[in-house]
């Protein structure tokens, strides 16, 4: 009996700790896109307002966000915001903004974002926010798209 609670025993820790990711009667979260603006100041990028919505009996921990910018089927961007202790607040909206920087253009492209106030372009961003890290629960990282015209906030 000893050896069967031994063996036993790891496997119900691995299966408790697996099943204390998501909170109980979670639902699959919603991720929507707000709004995108070319980004002012000092550092060329792109400003992402973002709403996510969380229908459950609880929190839901957030651990990322991963975001790509197309300007022009080009990539521009590719970012990933990363949070500790960040929690969805249950049946309630949570707005985040998020700067993201211009990692992939070139510095012309950068001072081009940045200095040419009148610029409109061709945009697709994707976005994919990370809630479990767990393949099982692969289906509440929920995805936002976004394909138009971008330009600096007026």
């Known amino acids: 009996m000893k ?12 299966l408790l700790q697996a099943c204390s990711s998501l909170p109980d009667g979670a639902q ?8 995108i603006t070319l980004a002012d100041g000092k ?4 400003n992402v307002d973002l709403t996510l919505y969380h229908k459950s ?8 966000i991963y975001v790509q910018v197309e300007l022009n089927s080009k990539i521009a961007a590719d970012y990933v915001e990363v949070y500790k202790d960040k ?7 949570v ?12 510095q012309v492209g950068k001072e081009s974002l ?13 976005i994919n926010v990370i809630t479990t890290d767990s393949d099982k629960h692969q289906s509440f990282n929920p995805k936002a798209q976004f394909e138009g015209i971008i330009s600096h906030a007026n």
């Open 28 to 35: 699959i979260p919603n991720a929507k896109i707000d709004k």
């Open 87 to 93: 929690l969805i607040e249950n049946n309630k909206s």
């Open 43 to 46: 550092n060329a990028g792109f």
């Open 3 to 14: 050896k069967l609670i031994y063996l036993i025993s790891p496997l119900l820790v691995v």
């Open 95 to 106: 707005n985040l903004s998020i700067f993201v920087p211009a990692n992939k253009e070139y």
């Open 57 to 64: 009996l609880e929190p839901l921990p957030l651990e990322k």
């Open 114 to 126: 940045l200095l040419n106030k009148l610029l409109k372009l061709n945009a697709k961003v994707d």
